[in-house]
């Protein structure tokens, strides 16, 4: 580690306010827990900041709310252990949590955050195909003021996203989830936790009326591309068509399909590959039996 | 099993279960590890490690590494004070001087007031490399025209193999023969190709177990202090304080009691923490005439440590109808990394050494490539033939449509059975380990299990033989009547809550009237390396001894004070007493006073203990594992795990029971996930403990410890060693067991996913 100035500022503006008077070369930090690990062991390739502002406590950014008729309000410093626990998530947005129980071990949990998670953009973040398939929207804050954009735009490629000097996610949006809906996320590890997806795959799933047909679906994929996505193609081939088995294996074939995967230490992409097809078929099923149960 | 069971009652501390007197301490985060320790004016020096795994030294400047503030030295090869350099031995070159030979070898040493300014400025320090074609695989290595991984492969070559060939042929099987062999060993027994022309049944494979790391909590931290008067001293977690200060002394020019090592508590050893940097950082102390610490990171532990080796073992065996083994042909590959010191012993004699078997012939090599070279992880060498040997075994009872437990006990070795060597073994207990995992509730309901889909039963035996080294020990009496144990033995598995136990059982105290040091190399009596599984069985033997010599000394001045004679004095609870006489009797207190205090009449009670065993005391176990494989995913869950143990004679059954359950876990490691990968390039990918994955709590079923006692024939109270056994079974058991889930076998350890998959023909290459 090599020095760096730190700031804790008292409120979002003040944190604003701190990027535009140092200028370039520093990062919002939350929990820390995917920085801090960078700031040591980065090497000499790693862009090393000059300063870091704390961002963890800023009320703005702690929110976790439901808003009737808006939604979810999940502010950027919300916790990973906080997601878990919070009966709105597991309630409405089951994939949030499934995707936060996950994160790392206990301490990791109670330090990560659903800002951090995302801004750090791995491809393997497990709260971002929940997210994406939950329908989110990013809120930004920056020196030019506020936007608001789909999650599918925020993320360029690994370690990267569309941030620009001086702008904080604020928080994610989340909007209701449709009536006979449900959504889950699984992610395929070595170990039974403490550890990285190999792949990751969350569905949302919407029923018809009469329960029968699917009338909305969106599948996210993690770790099999430069960025989280949605498979898109495999979502058209579900969507107006019965919840047949055969249906989602059709489904499951297509995002093996829009996967992109490469090889590394934690698995070739044929293997990747392979993984999206049985663990797309198996949470598309995961969802339909929870939405079946609305 | 019922007559030690009968002589466990005659003992009031050894045979009970204790818990570790240094637990405490250790649980409240108080006890001192070396990383603690710091000294005035010490310095903090991190190594530059050679990004490149084959490279010449051009060049290396370190003009901006100098004008980093608070940095004050930055040290080369050619810096160091002068000392006995060795090519050959990765611990006598220092630093690399002209040739890398490892991803990760250091080439430099860079000196500052805080460790933050020695990484960040290490990462300044230039190295002009000139790349040279790496030998990464070790089948690749042995081809003749394969390129060498190191310039003095062939000094090596005349000097070690060279000398077990013939004049006339030598020059042909220079050019002919294999290239980068680092040693070679071969066993022969029998006729191999009449056992096999006699078997009903013959298996061939070829089985690879990857380079894995141990993995210790603590990595490895040394601090070292050359002072005024010309004594450097090293403070070291090494689990062989006086093999540090020979090979110190040796390699840096001094007599040996001009060094003194202190080993500092051992946060994990598992053979890894014997001897490596010291002698670097005792000359680093030399040159810059201050204290120098170097604590490892996680990531360059794992970079520049001395891993267990990468091992091929190309393996064929024949049985007969009956179940009987005909014969055992073996090619055992090591690959050493860049300098010699794979466990190529072990591993050829174990590989023909749990079964009886007429014919056999191994043929053992270790070859260089450049990779780390490789140190010791419990029990080296040994699971990696027994993944071959176990699972090969239960090939030819499938084959054969036999049991796996019958066919193993119809073959166990048994006392008096030779080694591939020819070497007879003392009592063991094998068959009786094999016996117990028969009887378990795991190995009854397998039946039962087999009938779930995707799960299934394996099961796998290890042993070994342990190693010998002269041990002593002394026993005080204190002043207010406690008694001191002094070893020179480190303690990485409760050996000292051992010697508590078998000093108040001698003296029949209390276990808190007890203390036991482990002292340093100048005030400690010798004693071997905690390595080998033997310290509780040499160690505490000098201790039994010495605690024996305490009380001959204690009865001696009883007596006379008692006016009665020795045979009719009895200690109790630090009392001694004319037995039948309650008023007959003196207090420990007493005695400690009258032998210590100004004006007292007796000498100090100073007993001694001293041994140097001749007679091994293996051990061995034998393990069954339930698990079921996902046939979607390839994932293995193990469900239930069972581990028998022949420990000769319990000492601190809960401590025994921990080192079982210990090595059952990292055999599961090494069975399911540890793998040290390399890239094309020879770099390693996973240098951190999220890639190279251990198991979690969450991947480790309970364990169920069986343990067995079959004395040995020289061990204190018949215990023999422990530590090390319960690590073999393991990567054979699971893949038994997964073989016998879904009917598809895995000749590559750690079992994932991936190669699940593979087997089940599900993806392909």
Redesign the interface.
Known sequence: MRPFSYFIPASLQEALAIFQREGEGGRPIAGGTDLVVQLKEGGHKFPYPRYLVSVRRLPELRRLEWVEGEGLRLGAAVTMAEIEASPIVRERYLALAEGARVVGSRQTANMATVGGNLCNAAPSADTAPPLLVLGAKARILGPRGERLLPLEEFFLGPGRTVLEHGEVLVEVLLPPPLPRSASAYRRHTPRQCMDIAVVGVAAFLALDEAGEKIAEARIALGAVAPTPIRAHRAEALLVGRPASPEVLGEAALMAREEASPISDVRGSAQFRRYLVGVMTEAVLEEALSRARGR | MAEVGDVRKAFRHVGKPVPRVDAPAKVTGRTIYGDDLKLPRMLHVKLVHAPVAHARIKGIDASKALAVPGVEAVITAQDLPPHRYDPDNRTRVLLARDEVLFYGQPVAAVLARDP?TS??AR?LVEVQYEELPPVLDPLEALRPDAPLARGSVQALEEGEVGGHITVEGAEARKEEGPRNVASTITFKRGDVEQGFKEAAAVVEGTWRTPMAHQSYIEPHVIVADYDSTGRLSIWSSTQAPFHVRNEVAKTLGLPETRVRVISTEVGGGFGGKIYLYEALVGALAMTLQRPVKLTMSR?EDMLAATPAPNCIVQLKMGMKADGTLSALKARVIFDTGAFPGAPLLPGCLLIGGFYKCPNLEIEGLEVFTNKVSVGALRAPGAHNVAFALESALDMLARRLELDPMEVRLKNAVEKGDPLPSGQPYPAIGLKECLEAVAKSQLWQRRHEIRAHPNRGVGLAVGGWLGGLQPASATVTLNADGTVNALVGAADITGTNTAFAQIVAEVLNLPLEMVRVTTGDTDSAPYAGMSAGSKVTFTVGRAVKLAAEDAKEQILRIASQRLEAPPEELELVDGVVRVRGREDKQLTFRELGRWSTAFGGRYPPIVGRGAVAPRLQAPSFSAQAVEVEVDP??G?V?VLSWVVAQDVGFAINPMAVEGQMQGGSTQGLGLA??EEM?YDEQGRL??P?L??Y?L??T??VPPIETIIVEVPSEDGPYGARIVGEPSIVPGPAAVANAVADAIGARVFQAPL???KI?HALG????
């Open positions: 933050y990484a960040y990462d990531k979607n995913t994932q869950q399911l996930f990968a990918l996973n951190n999220l890639d994955r198991p979690t969450a991947d994932t996913p991936e998959l599900k993806i392909k290459d």
